[in-house]
């Protein structure tokens, strides 16, 4: 029997084997591979993600083109911005900046956590 043979014979009786063995590589290239089914859902939650920011960023530049039409039309907007991040104030008018209530002396004051020690 000559190697052709014998070659030919061994296929003929492991043909089988060697199908479902392409077949479970086929298959596990399509889950695991580069384009396989497991990318294909990472990229469609990248995508997703993506869509979410650029939904979140329409909103916000739709909001400061709302503020910067306001900015541009709206006396009342700007007056309000100058006296307030500003502190500008009209003629004639005085501007008093009160400081925040000191802590009310029924309440105890917080004690440090590590109290000083002297030596």
Request: a positive charge; hydrophobic letters at 40%.
């Amino acid at each position: 029997m000559s190697f052709a043979e014998q070659l030919r014979d061994f296929l003929r009786r492991n043909a089988n084997w060697f199908l479902a063995g392409a077949l479970a590589l086929l298959l596990i290239q399509d889950v695991f591979g580069t384009h396989g089914v497991l990318a294909m859902r990472r990229a469609q939650k990248e995508a997703a993600n993506v869509k979410k920011e650029i939904e979140q960023l329409n909103e916000e530049n739709r909001q400061l083109q709302d503020r910067v039409k306001s900015l541009k039309t709206d006396p009342q907007a700007i007056e309000r911005i100058a006296r307030e991040e500003m502190g500008l104030a009209r003629p004639g008018e005085y501007i008093f900046k009160t400081s925040p209530r000191p802590a009310d002396a029924s309440t105890p004051a917080p004690h440090p956590a590590n109290p000083p020690t002297n030596p």
